[in-house]
């Protein structure tokens, strides 16, 4: 056993038996047919948030666990631990092998990840606030936060992550709106305006059911909880509606003083300006879709250079392209490694995929910054404007 190992194996198992004898820590279970995750956590921020998770998960799935699958994972907060896991990620006797070389490269601006030479111990580093160490001999996994909610977001996706593997779960990149009856997925590229969007329904009366992803069962169902704590709002974004962020009590006074540049210049600007709200400063009846799957899919799209809105009915084929490559990410193919999961059952997928969506109503959505004018223009084209006749 490398020196290296052998450090990583101390602090993993030191921890683990901290939070495990700490009377204050609490178990969760995730329950599906394909995995069961038992879940230790001493950190109290981190279990309000678990217990919320998981029971929407186990009524989600309504599994029953019959199978050999079992993650076990434990949580934390703890300045020491993890100033010496921040430590010890700079040694150089860490690899990499071709899964991790694709993660690093799929998520270069957010994490980093590395494992020991004898593939037993993997760590994965997100932002500066979470490390994630999962030990293949045992399939357990320890995560180490600091003090800070936005943490909360990490353990939530790299918890949900193995579900992605199993095929119990499928994801996207986008956000959710709702108005109870209609369920509203709004995806693009990066920059390419979910959250512009999210903001416009919002204003209109909508709820955000979810930010930046969303998930859903592979029964098709929505899984109506919030992954992603918080939004970033970049300034163009925050000076559009920024008489609904000053009603709303979300004051941002170097933003403000930018109001009269000119909005082509503050897109551009946004792409390095930006601020990150609370979800629930927004959001703060909690939404949630009282209907149970997704009605409409809007891929949109905001160009500079454009005025009006362009609006034309999408192949649900591109649908199911997006939550498969999200759901077979380098993410989840790193987590293949890690759990030696061999049948991806690629070809099952797709076609679960295909009947989920077929008769979803989905769109391509291409606009300029006069998007705000052009709502009700929007909700005609997707046939729901009879609904909003007052707005």
């Not at 001493?42 to 929407?56: A, E, H, T």
């Not at 601006?109 to 993997?122: A, L, M, P, Q, W």
């Not at 592979?218 to 109506?224: A, C, D, M």
């Not at 979800?279 to 009282?290: S, V």
Request: glycine share 4%.
């Amino acid at each position: 056993m490398s020196n290296l190992t052998t450090k990583i194996a101390k602090i993993f198992n030191d921890s683990l038996g901290a939070i495990t004898n700490d009377v204050n820590h609490a178990s969760y279970s995730l329950v599906s047919d394909n995995l069961l995750t038992n879940i230790v956590c001493n950190y109290r921020l981190c279990s309000d948030n678990l217990m919320k998770l998981s029971s929407v998960f186990n009524t989600s799935l309504k599994a029953l666990h019959n199978g050999s699958n079992v993650i076990k994972a434990f949580i934390t907060e703890n300045e020491d631990t993890f100033n010496e896991i921040e430590s010890i990620f700079q040694h150089s006797e860490w690899s990499t092998n071709d899964r991790v070389k694709e993660f690093n490269v799929a998520t270069h601006n957010t994490s980093d990840s590395k494992c020991t030479s004898d593939n037993k111990f993997y760590i994965i580093k997100c932002y500066d606030h979470f490390y994630y160490i999962y030990n293949t001999g045992s399939n357990q996994c320890l995560m180490v936060t600091k003090d800070e909610k936005k943490a909360l977001t990490m353990v939530n996706i790299l918890l949900l992550t193995p579900y992605l593997l199993y095929g119990d779960l499928y994801a996207v990149h986008g956000g959710l709106v709702s108005d109870g009856n209609n369920n509203i997925l709004l995806s693009s590229s990066s920059l390419g305006g979910k959250t512009t969007f999210a903001l416009l329904f919002l204003e209109n009366g909508w709820q955000i059911i979810t930010e930046e992803t969303t998930y859903i069962t592979k029964y098709g169902e929505i899984f109506n909880y919030n992954i992603r704590n918080y939004f970033n709002i970049r300034v163009g974004t925050y000076l559009e509606f920024k008489d609904f962020f000053i009603n709303t009590n979300i004051i941002n006074d170097s933003f403000l003083a930018m109001a009269n540049i000119d909005k082509k210049e503050s897109f551009e600007l946004g792409k390095k300006a930006q601020m990150s709200i609370d979800f629930e400063a927004l959001c703060k009846n909690g939404g949630k879709a009282t209907t149970n799957r997704i009605t409409h899919v809007l891929k949109v799209c905001l160009e500079k250079g454009r005025s009006g809105m362009i609006i034309g009915k999408s192949s649900p084929v591109e649908n199911v392209n997006r939550f498969l490559e999200v759901s077979l990410a380098p993410t989840v193919m790193l987590f293949k490694s890690l759990t030696n999961m061999t049948n991806l059952k690629r070809n099952k997928r797709r076609e679960e995929l295909i009947k989920i969506f077929k008769n979803v109503k989905s769109y391509s959505v291409t606009s300029g910054f006069d998007y705000r004018k052009n709502f009700n223009f929007l909700l005609d084209e997707i046939r729901l404007l009879k609904n909003y006749s007052t707005h």
